[in-house]
């Protein structure tokens, strides 16, 4: 808890630590309200620090029992203990050896850091300051060592006794308990530590390696949830056959354990060898989970997985390299969803997410560099900025190395570093050395914050046959940094003639073996450059930033005949999509200025007829059809509209052309609806689910088109799914129709699932999202049901969480009592688990945009919450950063 405003830690003052520790080996006693820890420590003092002779460790809520160094037990007068640590005075200057003993209350922590226990399993999570709420160490990255545990428990309470590496040793105890003692030989920082301990089943498998290592493989779960692992185990062992295809890294242990926890504030922790994941991400059958859950499933096993290699065996000197595990990691499993999936869809997918959740960051109070310098609460940078936009730092070096060239530098960068804590100077050196290129000024875009707009015009002169292409490029300001340098950016770029037809493209001073290309990387260096294409003896459309080769903002002179154009015509599906996004937010923000004047809004049938060629092209993957027609979200047209946002105008734009189109095309969205139908065996690969995309993105526009076939085809499809995907696509037609087959479909769904928490999470979700009226008053009366528990973050993030970063609309009611209600939940929140309260809180990052009273509003809960007395070091920094305090 705060005491006096915490000091923020700076990068600048990173220095390596007095003292190394090589070894720990931890016996742990499980107990409820009292586990004890005795650990032992060989601790070396670091000859680079020279003589220090005081040993400061990291430590947090824990009872110390007893302490002796070399075996000899410590009076009071040889060390101090206080809230955030044991210092320990006048120790030798060779190595030592501690032995620690520590007790702390699993049952009693529920801010789900250290150990703790939930649904009566005993579970740790030690990223990224956890592992010194368990006994005192050197919880710091660079701090790297071989782990023994032994742990003991009765055998009712823990059945399963699991720890990182290999199991060596297990067996009974007298009086009911039982040990097992594992041990991993790779050196791992604490964050790395887990144990895991209670009733658990497990289904198994095996992997065997390149080389010919046979790796035993396993999820454990809840007993009764065996049937939903399938799933996540072949995404598994796909995972580990795409590492060593793509990135030749092998597996190294001989297990390689998940386990499922339904208590978890996040998505999944790669503890060595032991995998730790919110149940979400595991646990699916098609009953029970949409096409959905079963990409995120794939996708974050991958992720977690792949962190051996970036993250574990290389992992981070500090936390300011964050990015240097999570960028890259990122960017190794969208990559393997490519591979798995459609290449196109994913980009699609990303970039949305990019745009939803980065570029609001980006833009707003809380932005900060991909790197960032300075941190109160650590937590609070597992942040859009350093996933995703890492992600596209790293997806930047892909572009301008090749695939190729990138791979050398990864092997090098993996030589160099195996076994250390590196930084993100490490990574980039091997990737110049390894590729042979000069990165130096690539390396600006780890340090500068906010999202570059660039800036294109484009002219044809036929006298001279010469497209001219001029880029541009400006940084605005960000908090702390109000001077930006020119960044290198990848500007992929095409040339489309009018007859849709690919110009080749011939640069003047560019390179002799890319000559004649239709599809040519630019290098925007400086803040401006003219880029001339020779022989081009036709108009032709630009078509810029192919695939999204750079996170930027791109402006650019085209109209609406042009977007309408590149929908139909450009050869880069990406851009495809892009100029439909470009197309339908031009006819939107147009929209939502009339109804702000009380005009009425444009029907759109341009933009429908564009629309309806694509429904009717029958070579395209029913997914990206999907994705072209989905308009741009509420969230995505404030972010372009930028200031003074109206959020009632916005929704009424977006569903008032829902609803044209739906009418406009109906007899298209009846066809498809038809033609797209799955039979047989459900299946969750990328075609079924884009079949079932589709169809379901027909069934919402049917019904946005008013009339009573939508709602009727709704309901038949609810009535009779035999999968989740289309009882949730259905569910959510009618549940946000008033009606009384909204009640009643809300009622069946409940009755059926109410035993299920996975399932009860997207009932309570779905009634967050809701834009009828009554939405708030329901998510208040859902917080009384039975399934919810503040205590539980999948509870919160479902119901509260969803309402204000997923429900513009009632989250910015006029009124305030949105904001007053999720206000009021993280206070409460933040005295039980601090990092799920200071997340719930990023939902007003974007305050300043909205119209003066909303704005108003959003800054009074802003200000009642940083003046509460005792605020978490999490809530108190995203509070006051989002003020501008800080
Ligand atoms: N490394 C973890 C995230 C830990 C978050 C700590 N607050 C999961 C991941 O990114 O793979
Ligand atoms: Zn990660």
Not at 294 to 304: K, W
Not at 683 to 706: K, V
């Amino acid at each position: 808890m705060r005491t006096e405003d915490p000091r923020p830690i700076l990068l600048k003052e990173y220095s390596e630590p007095d003292y190394w520790i090589d070894e720990v080996h931890l016996d742990v006693a499980l107990d409820p309200e009292a586990a004890e820890v005795k650990s032992r420590l060989s601790v070396r003092p670091n000859a680079k620090r020279g003589a220090k002779n005081a040993l400061r460790l990291d430590g947090e809520k824990l009872e110390l029992m007893a302490l002796s160094l070399n075996g000899e037990p410590l009076g009071p007068n040889r060390y101090q203990v206080d809230a955030q640590g044991l210092t320990i005075m006048d120790v030798p200057d060779a190595p030592f050896t501690l032995d620690i003993t520590t007790r702390c209350n699993p049952a009693a922590n529920t801010a789900l850091t250290g150990l703790y226990l939930a649904g009566g399993i005993f579970c740790t999570q030690c990223e990224a300051e956890g592992f010194r709420r368990i006994t005192y160490m050197l919880d710091r990255p660079d701090v790297m060592a071989v782990y023994k545990t032994r742990i003991t428990a009765p055998k009712s309470l823990a059945p399963v006794l699991l720890a990182n590496g290999n199991c060596t040793a297990s067996g009974d105890l007298p009086d009911g308990k039982h040990f097992a003692e594992w041990h991993d030989p790779y050196p791992k920082p604490s964050y790395l530590f887990a144990l895991v301990a209670g009733d658990l089943a497990h289904v198994q498998d095996s992997f065997t390696t390149a080389s010919g290592r046979k790796v035993d493989l396993r999820i454990y779960v809840e007993p009764g949830n065996e049937d939903r692992c399938a799933y996540a185990m072949d995404a598994l062992k796909r995972a580990m056959a795409w590492d060593e295809k793509v990135f030749g890294r092998e597996y190294d242990l001989d297990i390689f354990m998940i386990v499922a926890v339904s208590a978890f504030n996040m998505g999944a922790m790669e503890n060595k060898g032991l995998n730790i994941f919110n149940d979400k991400y595991i646990l699916a059958r098609p009953d029970t989970a949409t096409d959905l859950d079963y990409a995120n499933i794939e996708a974050i096993v991958a992720h977690e997985y792949f962190h051996n290699w970036t993250g574990n065996r290389i992992t981070c000197r500090d936390w300011f390299q964050l990015c240097l595990k999570e960028g890259l990691t990122v960017f190794r499993d969208q990559e393997f969803t490519a591979d798995m999936r459609s290449r196109a869809v994913k980009r699609i997918s990303d970039v949305r997410t990019l745009r939803t959740h980065q570029f609001p960051e980006d833009g707003g109070p809380l932005a900060h560099p991909v790197r960032p310098d300075s941190y109160i609460e650590i937590n609070n940078f597992y942040t859009a900025t350093v996933y995703e936009k890492g992600a596209e730092l790293v997806r930047m070096l892909h572009t301008l190395l090749g695939a190729e060239r990138f791979r050398k530098g990864m092997d090098l960068y993996f030589e160099r570093h195996d076994g250390e804590a590196a930084t993100v100077e490490d990574f980039l050196t091997a990737l110049a050395d390894g590729g042979g290129l000069d990165l130096a000024q690539f390396k600006r875009w780890y340090g500068q914050a906010g999202t570059p707009e660039v800036i294109a015009s484009g002219k044809w002169d036929q006298a001279k046959q010469e497209y001219a292409l001029t880029l541009s490029q400006i940084s605005a300001p960000t908090p702390s940094q109000p001077h930006k340098e020119p960044l290198h950016i990848p500007v992929e770029t095409g040339l489309i003639a009018e007859d849709g037809r690919d110009v080749p493209l011939h640069l003047a001073g560019g390179a002799a073996e890319e000559d004649g290309r239709t599809s040519r990387v630019l290098s925007l260096t400086q803040r401006e450059q003219c880029f001339r294409f020779t022989n081009v003896a036709e108009r032709a459309v630009p078509s810029l930033l192919r695939g999204f080769t750079a996170p930027v903002k791109l402006s650019v002179n085209l109209t609406d005949r042009d977007w309408a154009f590149l929908m139909a015509h450009d050869s880069d599906p990406f851009n495809r999509w892009e100029a439909a996004q470009k197309y339908a937010t031009s006819v939107l923000t147009a929209n939502v200025a009339a109804i702000r004047e009380g005009v009425k809004p444009r029907k759109g049938e341009g933009f429908a007829e564009i629309v309806r060629g694509i429904l009717r092209e029958e070579a395209l993957e029913p997914e990206f059809v999907a994705q072209m027609i989905v308009l741009p979200a509420e969230q995505t047209l404030a972010q372009s509209i930028g200031q003074d946002v109206d959020v009632d105008a916005i929704h009424e734009a977006r569903e008032s052309l829902r609803a044209s189109l739906g009418g406009l095309l109906k007899d298209d969205f009846l066809r498809l609806y038809d033609a797209m139908r799955v039979e047989g065996t459900y299946s969750p690969d990328a075609d079924h689910a884009g079949r079932r995309s589709l169809r379901n993105s027909c069934l919402s526009y049917l019904a946005a088109g008013g009339g009573e076939d939508g709602l009727k085809l709704a309901k038949q499809q609810f009535d009779s799914a035999d999968n989740m995907t289309d009882s949730m696509a259905s569910l959510t037609v009618l549940a946000h129709t008033e009606g009384p087959a909204r009640e009643e479909a809300l009622k069946t769904f409940h009755d059926r699932w109410q035993h299920d928490h996975l399932v009860m999470d997207k009932w309570f979700a779905l009634q967050a999202t809701s834009p009828l009226p009554g939405t708030l008053d329901k998510i208040k009366e859902l917080m009384a049901h039975p399934a919810f528990s503040l205590r539980n973050p999948n509870k919160v993030r479902a119901l509260i969480g969803t309402f204000a970063a997923g429900n513009q609309l009632r989250f910015h009611a006029a009124d305030g009592s949105g904001y007053r209600f999720v206000a009021d939940q993280v206070s409460a929140l933040d005295k039980i688990n601090p990092q799920v309260a200071a997340r719930i809180l990023g939902a007003f990052k974007s305050w300043r945009q909205f119209e003066p009273g909303r704005r108003a509003h959003m800054k009074d809960v802003l200000e009642r919450i940083a003046a509460e007395a005792e605020l978490s070091r999490d809530v108190y920094e995203i509070a006051t950063k989002t003020l501008g305090q800080n």
